[in-house]
């Protein structure tokens, strides 16, 4: 089982609609947990980091945490075109510390 | 306040030759991260300083591969004899302490 696992999609989602992309991770103790874009080409960007089980919400990005079922996502609400991209899930592992990413979700926002 | 900083942001190099990055962190954070991605994967883990001091280096990192932090600032990442499996973007990371990692620009590296 690979540590943090994403379906890598492309997901397409009409202008306007809510997007939500999904992941999971084996490491049941961890304790962080990020969410970044990447536009092809660039760099990774952070959008949001959860602890807590539960939402946590930042404009019209909603990440959501289930320690329980090993399971992260993040829902962002009236999708714009702009948010076409590739989402990287990423964990924090207990043990080392160490950030281990996903390979990544490609968004597609429909206009 | 500047954000993580890589030079140079492209590379173009021929099989055998040596290639050095840099990066600079954001000033007042204490880890930096060195990071490789290649297309359709997420950032894969090379090797990560606490100030001045390279705390941890993958087995994925061979011996060709050496990293540098002198003075617990900027960091100098150099590939040495490079081959055409090393082409990749180059991503550092910097953080305070365990606290969100923030990504530079990356150096596209292109081996031909």
């Known amino acids: 089982q690979k540590e943090v696992e994403q379906n890598s999609g492309p997901l397409s989602v009409p202008e306007g609609a809510i997007a939500s992309l999904n992941c999971t991770y084996s490491?049941?103790?961890?304790?962080?947990f990020f969410w970044y874009r990447q536009y092809s080409g660039k760099s990774p960007e952070l959008i949001m980091s959860?602890?807590?089980?539960g939402d946590k919400e930042d404009g019209r990005f909603t990440a959501q945490l289930n320690k329980a079922s090993q399971y992260v996502s993040l829902l962002i609400r009236d999708s714009q075109p702009s948010d076409s991209a590739t989402y990287l899930c990423?964990?924090?592992?207990?043990?080392?510390?160490?950030?281990?990413f996903g390979k990544g979700t490609r968004l597609h926002i429909l206009p | 306040d500047t954000g993580v900083s890589q030079d140079p942001r492209h590379k173009i190099t021929k099989r055998g030759q040596n290639v050095t990055f840099r990066c600079d962190p954001i000033?007042?954070?204490?880890?930096l991260y060195w990071y490789r991605q290649t297309l359709g994967q997420g950032p894969e883990f090379l090797t990560y300083?606490?100030?001045?001091?390279?705390?941890?280096k993958s087995r994925l990192l061979s011996d060709r591969f050496s990293a540098e932090r002198p003075k617990g600032s900027f960091s100098t990442l150099e590939i040495q004899r490079t081959e055409q499996g090393d082409s990749a973007m180059y991503l550092c990371?910097?953080?305070?302490?365990?606290?969100?990692?923030?990504f530079g620009p990356g150096t596209r590296l292109t081996v031909t």
């Open positions: 990371a910097s953080s305070w302490g365990i606290d969100e990692q923030y």
């Open positions: 490491d049941r103790v961890s304790q962080s």
């Open positions: 959860i602890y807590s089980n």
């Open positions: 990423a964990v924090r592992r207990n043990r080392d510390d160490k950030i281990i």
């Open positions: 000033s007042e954070h204490n880890r």
């Open positions: 300083f606490q100030n001045e001091a390279q705390l941890e």
